[in-house]
């Protein structure tokens, strides 16, 4: 725990950020297998962890049972599950051209959603990576086909007592994503509609996308359920250590000031010292925000 810090923010991190690393030239496998991820974060301080690739195959129900157990006897909580989309449909999930495809979407997703409930997550983030150029439709029917899929899932979610937080990206893996930026992802929620249905703010993706982060934080508001924090030169999301190339204090005094309750979630993609690269960036945060 962070001590008295840990009550205004409580802090998290991803269990990938000591998971393989994939790129177009080379691979290297995991530092950790997510089991013993989710053990260095209790020894590392953090208060949670994220969850990655959360579905029925990568957790089927006897290790949901010890998964939920370990993540409770180390004292931890689950921040967020992630539900990926983009492996099982690299040429479009939510807005696929076929009918049955986009079924399937909303099928997965809602399965992924019931083991992130039995494993004691409160909420599962969403982000269409592969939903965008080139679309397979013209613009504003494939958007319809995404409110639509949404509308499904905040639907399921709220049946079983979750929220769902959308997460939006420039490009990668597609060229342009659909939820491109803040503007699109606030669009996407005005139309989908449901309140249990709100905004991952991922701090790279916002500078990747030229966006100011205190002005994204206060159009998101009441909206906003999630933070993803990571560092990049505004050109690529490069998931560096948190204030390595920006300051973030003024974001922290944003997100203060419209009271935002959730976790502050590190989204690390470090090649060789995952635990470096978070003990690293949680010092920063903690330093950084008794500042305030």
Same mark, same amino acid.
């Given at each position: 725990m962070l001590g008295g810090f840990a009550r205004l923010w409580k802090i998290a991190a991803g269990d990938w950020i000591w998971g393989p690393r994939i790129t177009r030239f080379f691979s290297l496998p995991a530092k950790l297998p997510p089991e013993k991820a989710i053990e260095r974060i209790?020894? %590392?301080?953090?208060d949670g962890v994220e969850l990655g690739w959360t579905s029925p195959d990568a957790y089927p129900p006897e290790k949901v049972k010890n998964v939920s157990k370990k993540i409770e006897d180390l004292g931890l909580e689950i921040a967020n599950a992630y539900i990926d989309t983009c492996n099982k449909w690299p040429l479009?999930?939510?807005?696929?051209? +076929?009918?049955?495809?986009? #079924?399937g979407v909303v099928s997965y997703v809602k399965d992924c959603m019931d083991v992130a409930k039995e494993l004691g997550?409160? !909420?599962v983030n969403l982000w269409p990576g592969t939903d965008g150029v080139p679309l397979k439709a013209p613009y504003w029917t494939a958007w319809g086909w !995404?409110?639509? &899929?949404?509308q499904e899932c905040a639907d399921h979610a709220k049946d079983i007592g979750i929220k769902v937080s959308l997460e939006y990206k420039l490009k990668e893996p597609s060229l342009f994503l659909l939820l491109s930026n803040s503007?699109?992802? %606030? #669009? !996407?929620?005005?139309?989908v509609g +449901?309140? &249990? !249905?709100?905004?991952?703010?991922? =701090? &790279?993706?916002?500078?990747q996308a030229k966006e100011h982060l205190p002005t994204v934080v206060q159009k998101f508001s009441k909206k906003l359920f999630h933070v993803h %924090?990571?560092?990049?030169? @505004?050109?690529?999301?490069?998931?560096?250590?948190?204030g390595s190339v920006h300051n973030f204090k003024e974001f922290f005094k944003a997100l203060k000031e419209v009271g935002y309750e959730g976790y502050l979630s590190l989204d690390l993609w470090p090649i060789e010292d995952?635990? &470096?690269?978070?003990? #690293? @960036? +949680?010092?920063?945060? =903690? #330093?950084?925000?008794? @500042?305030i």
């Amino acid at each position: 725990m962070l001590g008295g810090f840990a009550r205004l923010w409580k802090i998290a991190a991803g269990d990938w950020i000591w998971g393989p690393r994939i790129t177009r030239f080379f691979s290297l496998p995991a530092k950790l297998p997510p089991e013993k991820a989710i053990e260095r974060i209790a020894e %590392l301080g953090f208060d949670g962890v994220e969850l990655g690739w959360t579905s029925p195959d990568a957790y089927p129900p006897e290790k949901v049972k010890n998964v939920s157990k370990k993540i409770e006897d180390l004292g931890l909580e689950i921040a967020n599950a992630y539900i990926d989309t983009c492996n099982k449909w690299p040429l479009g999930a939510f807005t696929n051209p +076929k009918e049955d495809v986009r #079924r399937g979407v909303v099928s997965y997703v809602k399965d992924c959603m019931d083991v992130a409930k039995e494993l004691g997550s409160k !909420m599962v983030n969403l982000w269409p990576g592969t939903d965008g150029v080139p679309l397979k439709a013209p613009y504003w029917t494939a958007w319809g086909w !995404m409110v639509q &899929g949404l509308q499904e899932c905040a639907d399921h979610a709220k049946d079983i007592g979750i929220k769902v937080s959308l997460e939006y990206k420039l490009k990668e893996p597609s060229l342009f994503l659909l939820l491109s930026n803040s503007d699109a992802l %606030l #669009r !996407m929620l005005d139309d989908v509609g +449901k309140e &249990g !249905m709100g905004a991952t703010l991922d =701090t &790279g993706h916002a500078f990747q996308a030229k966006e100011h982060l205190p002005t994204v934080v206060q159009k998101f508001s009441k909206k906003l359920f999630h933070v993803h %924090l990571d560092d990049n030169y @505004s050109d690529w999301d490069d998931d560096l250590i948190v204030g390595s190339v920006h300051n973030f204090k003024e974001f922290f005094k944003a997100l203060k000031e419209v009271g935002y309750e959730g976790y502050l979630s590190l989204d690390l993609w470090p090649i060789e010292d995952p635990d &470096g690269a978070a003990v #690293r @960036s +949680k010092e920063y945060i =903690t #330093r950084l925000i008794k @500042s305030i």
